[in-house]
C-alpha cells in the first residue's frame, strides 16, 4: 500500500501543541481525514484520527464524556456508576483507524511529517504572529 497523496491543513490558532490536520490518500483509493501533527516534548509526532469515548447516563440515558462526573443533560451523579481507579486519560478517546505494524506507522509518519515540513517552510505559509492576530491585552474594566 502507497501514499498517494498527503494534504497539509496548518493550524494557526488555538491549541499552540497541534500544528496541523493531515488528509493522507492511499493507492488513489482510500482516504484518512484528521490525522494530527502534534509538538510533543520529544518533537513532531502523527497522532491517528480518534473520537472521545462517551458513556450513557444510568438515569436519561444520554452520552456524556466518559470524563464527565455529572451528566450533562439530568444532572446525575456519573462517578457513583463508575468503577474506582477505572478512569484513565488514555481511555478518553478511541482511534478510529491506526496501523497494524511499526514499520506501517513509521512509513505514514515519515509521509505526514516530511509534507507537513514542505508546507511550513513554503513562502506563502504565514504565522499568526506576522499577521499581528496576537491577543489584544487591553482591559475592558467596567
Known amino acids: 500500500m502507497e501514499i498517494t ?3 497539509v491543513f ?11 490536520y493531515v ?3 492511499f493507492d488513489d483509493s482510500f482516504v484518512v481525514r ?3 501533527v ?4 520529544k518533537g513532531l509526532f502523527v497522532a491517528m484520527p480518534s473520537r472521545k469515548v462517551q458513556q450513557p447516563c444510568s438515569k436519561c440515558r444520554r452520552s456524556n464524556s466518559i ?3 455529572f ?6 451523579d456519573l462517578e457513583s456508576s463508575r468503577c474506582p481507579d477505572s ?3 488514555q481511555q478518553e478517546t478511541k482511534d478510529i483507524a491506526h496501523p497494524i505494524n511499526q514499520e506501517f506507522r513509521a512509513y505514514i509518519e515519515g509521509k505526514v511529517l516530511e509534507a507537513y515540513e514542505k508546507e511550513v517552510q513554503d513562502p506563502s505559509y504565514q504565522r499568526e504572529e506576522e499577521h499581528g492576530l496576537e491577543e489584544d491585552s487591553t482591559d475592558t474594566a467596567l
Not at 496548518?10 to 496541523?20: Q, S
Not at 451528566?71 to 446525575?76: I, L
Open 5 to 7: 497523496e498527503v494534504k
Open 10 to 20: 496548518p493550524k494557526v490558532k488555538g491549541n499552540i501543541k497541534l500544528k496541523a
Open 23 to 25: 488528509t493522507v490518500t
Open 34 to 36: 484528521n490525522i494530527k
Open 38 to 41: 502534534i509538538d510533543g516534548n
Open 67 to 69: 470524563a464527565a462526573r
Open 71 to 76: 451528566c450533562n443533560y439530568c444532572g446525575v
Open 87 to 89: 478512569h484513565d486519560r
